[in-house]
């Protein structure tokens, strides 16, 4: 693929596959693993031979950095087959590129692009039968880096763990979903990690998402830190809000996760001829949009669920509903996205990635 | 201690004790870890059988919580052996609280007290060896919990590991150091979890540590991520400036961790007469005082260090030496405060905990 490894894979198969067992009509997302695994160790100042090997669990100190100060980066993708059989990842440089971003955030290893690359390709080969054609089934695919060295001195880690797991999924959220608009929790700083893919972002979300379920709410919409007067993100995805016929999201920053699907999104609506406007989102702007009829959709945008619907949203204790839209951007949209993902559709940005 | 256990701990005892090995005069912090260790499950909604077992790996599936999601706090504590060979603990309730105030904000249940406190109490007699006489020799205690549950779906771990490590530890850090203040990095946000101990705080803070230290710092002074007007932590301490005569120190807040060291500073510093300051602490002030000749003294405040007295600061671009005071408050205080907990001297505060 990208280029040829320095160093081979080590391969060790599994002696039997464990796919016999598996209902894949009957998915829960992220619960199942595939045959194998790719691991990468870095030790000695450097990336050691990668290895694939049968999935299986890690081995750890307890007083592994990972355990303790948290330097924990991973990615999502997802691997798609089309009618004929042909594998296809989607932008998988994006998320390369990120993996690295997060980690040099977390003053972690940078990992060597043909070991990604290669390491992905082996695996999918060795897995490929754990990818089911048909429309929203895919594989998804997890790598992730995290600080094995022993020792809880509070100082970046020189031993670190690159992996790859894959769990077969099929859609991620099973309706439109409400959300409430955060008033005093906040998922990230100015100048601190909200654009990495970073393990303690996510921690930090349960306990604010679990009082808005409390409430009835599903999901949290993120607001700035400082004023909560800005749309920032939603749960774990970007946001997009219609208003009218134009399409508004908040510019990534510090601390906006630099979304692949966000930013594939954003295309698909400009070359659909959609009016996209990528700026700070007012939270005041989008309740007044609410009340005069004027704010048609939300929904939030990620790997995993690739569009999720908002149906309503909750704001100062007031509980504003959206109505339902025929021919919805984001219906639109999430099949134009997947038709491009599933080979189904020209591939005008040249997004698909060939295994 | 605090209360019976309902259940008792499961002791298996290790075959051999591995202190032989150890050379207690050449310790560097936190590498070294006693011959046994506590470990509780969190399985079907209860805390299961406490254990304590010899020091060994754990085994988790690459998918656990705590590697992709940071669901991962802890607690710092020491135990202190004095002259007649008792074994004491500083404020454990202090820890106590906190890690079960840590663990709610990311959404992990809360750990039994009479657990806590009689696996602590277990340990350390079974590794009281460990624990060496001496002014200033400690064994440094690492309680942590940690989110096991199998599986790569964003929410909130349904199993967890509670564990106890200990480790032989000399004094922290060996000489003085010159912190930077940042101006653009920060450590957490208004609504965020800085206040929590989570293993994610700690992690976004070694690359903006990097960065200083290529300008010749050791730590970083952090600012509000609003602003940056505001003097919040030292590096992972509490900091604490004195002006002329008067301590100045910021107010625990939902980004500021609620120091164990820090507020019994205040309380020592009060009653040695000192006049406490306890308010946001402007840059801008530190920085006229430090011109003006009134800036006497910063100083972190954290278990691992005790004290960590600063000797220079860099802002702008402008670095800023002190000078150093005889009778210094860091040398005062820290003395006042071992010698407490070395059961050198009365405990007015009832701070001491005799195991």
Same mark, same amino acid.
């Given at each position: 693929m990208k280029s040829s490894t320095q160093q081979a894979i080590e391969i060790t198969k599994a002696n039997e596959s464990k796919i016999g067992q598996v209902d894949f009509e009957n998915l829960t997302f992220g619960n199942i693993f595939t045959d194998h695994m790719f691991v990468c160790d870095f030790i000695d100042g450097k990336w050691q031979t990668p290895k694939i090997t049968p999935y299986a669990p890690l081995t750890?100190? $307890?007083?592994?950095? !990972?355990?303790? &100060?948290?330097?924990? !980066?991973?990615?999502? @993708?997802?691997?798609?087959?089309?009618?004929?059989?042909?594998?296809?990842?989607?932008? $998988?440089?994006?998320?390369?590129?990120?993996?690295?971003k997060s980690a040099a955030r977390l003053a972690m290893p940078e990992f060597p692009e043909?070991?990604?690359?290669?390491? /992905?390709?082996?695996?999918?080969?060795?897995?490929?039968?754990?990818?089911?054609p048909g429309f929203g089934n895919s594989l998804y695919i997890r790598p992730f880096v995290i600080a094995t060295q022993a020792g809880v001195s509070a100082s970046e880690a020189n031993e670190y763990k690159f992996m790859i797991i894959c769990s077969p999924a099929q859609a991620y959220y099973s309706g439109d979903v409400s959300v409430l608009v955060a008033e005093k929790f906040s998922r990230s700083a100015n100048g601190g990690i909200g654009y990495a893919k970073a393990a303690g972002n996510y921690a930090a979300q349960f306990? $604010?998402?679990? /009082?808005?379920?409390?409430?009835? &709410? #599903?999901? !949290?919409?993120?607001?700035?830190?400082?004023?909560? +007067?800005?749309m920032e993100e939603a749960g774990t995805m970007n946001v997009f809000f219609r208003v009218n016929d134009t399409l508004l999201t908040a510019p990534t920053s510090d601390r906006i996760l630099d979304g692949i699907?966000?930013?594939?999104?954003?295309?698909?609506?400009?070359?659909e001829g959609v009016s996209v406007d990528v700026r700070p989102v007012k939270v005041s702007e989008i309740v007044a949009a609410a009340k005069d009829g004027s704010l048609k959709e939300i929904?939030?945008?990620?790997?995993?669920?690739?569009?999720? $619907?908002?149906?309503?949203?909750?704001y #100062?204790?007031?509980?504003? +509903?959206?109505?339902? #839209?025929?021919?919805?951007?984001?219906?639109?949209?999430?099949?134009?996205? @997947?038709?491009?993902?599933?080979?189904?559709? +020209?591939?005008?940005?040249?997004?698909?990635?060939?295994?």
């Open positions: 750890l100190d $307890p007083s592994a950095r !990972v355990f303790h &100060y948290g330097q924990a !980066v991973f990615e999502g @993708m997802k691997a798609y087959k089309d009618d004929n059989g042909d594998t296809f990842l989607f932008r $998988p440089d994006e998320n390369f590129k990120r993996i690295n043909n070991y990604f690359f290669d390491g /992905l390709t082996e695996l999918l080969k060795l897995d490929n039968e754990w990818i089911k306990y $604010p998402t679990n /009082l808005a379920k409390k409430e009835g &709410y #599903q999901q !949290v919409i993120w607001t700035d830190a400082d004023t909560h +007067e800005y699907t966000r930013k594939s999104l954003i295309d698909i609506a400009k070359k929904f939030g945008a990620g790997t995993a669920a690739v569009i999720s $619907p908002v149906k309503a949203f909750g #100062q204790g007031n509980h504003y +509903e959206l109505e339902k #839209q025929e021919n919805s951007f984001a219906s639109l949209f999430k099949t134009a996205l @997947m038709n491009i993902q599933y080979n189904k559709a +020209e591939d005008p940005f040249n997004w698909r990635h060939k295994i």
